[in-house]
Structure formats: C-alpha cells, structure tokens
C-alpha cells in the first residue's frame, strides 16, 4: 500500500490550497483515511479522517469550518479543500490510512494508521 499526497504549496494568509491523496495497492473501500500535519519543532497533530461505512468527517478544533475532506472511493482519493489558511497551517501534511477500520476514539491518534504518504509542504506566509 502507498500514498502518494500532492497539492502543497505557498499561499498567503487567507488563501487556499487543495491537497489529493492516491493510494496504490488498495481501494479506500473501508476503514478510514486521514490527513495529520507536522510543523517544524513540533509534535505530529490530527487535522481530519473520514471513517466509514458510517461515521465522519472529523476535524481538529484547529481544521473545523475552514477545511474539508472528502473521497472519491471509485478513484481512491481523498482531498483536503483548505481555506483561510493560516500561518499556523504552516506544516508538512500527510495521508494516512489504517488496516482495519478504528473505533472513533482512536481516530485521532497517530497509532491507528499503519499506511503514511511521503507529506507535502504547505507554507503559509503574511
């Protein structure tokens, strides 16, 4: 299984960016998927998962009414349609996925995904 995420880039505060996520070697036809981020000299943080066959999207207090996510299991992708971007978005984000589908609780913790893309750089700058 691979994740290949893409979309990063700079944008200004208040601009937008719309990272894809492809996965090979499987389909998203259950489970979850996901988006983490990482900035530099900080921990690794949650930003949104969808979680199916019921249940989702979740967002981090940080990602709600700004960002969005959504698949397109025929095609296996999932995309992160982000607005209003921040300097605080300023991160590496990455595609996750799990073996199995989690429990909601654990959607959130970095533990339950066993599949990460390689990340993409986003730069938010003012």
């Known amino acids: 299984v691979q994740l290949q995420a893409s979309g990063g880039g700079s944008v200004q505060v208040g601009g937008s960016l719309r990272l894809s996520c492809a996965a090979s070697g499987r389909t998203f036809s259950s489970g979850a998927v996901g988006w983490f981020r990482q900035a530099p000299g900080k921990e690794r943080e949650f930003v949104a998962a969808?979680?199916?066959?019921?249940?989702?999207?979740y967002y981090a207090d940080a990602a709600k009414v700004r960002f969005t996510i959504s698949r397109n299991n025929g095609k296996s992708t999932v995309n992160l349609e982000m607005n209003s971007l921040k300097p605080e978005d300023t991160a590496v984000y990455y595609c996750?996925?799990?073996?199995?589908?989690?429990?909601?609780?654990?959607?959130?913790?970095?533990?339950?995904?066993?599949?990460w893309g390689q990340g993409t750089l986003v730069t938010v700058s003012s």
């Open positions: 996750v996925a799990p073996a199995s589908r989690p429990i909601l609780s654990m959607v959130s913790n970095p533990s339950t995904y066993d599949y």
């Open positions: 969808y979680r199916w066959p019921s249940g989702g999207p």
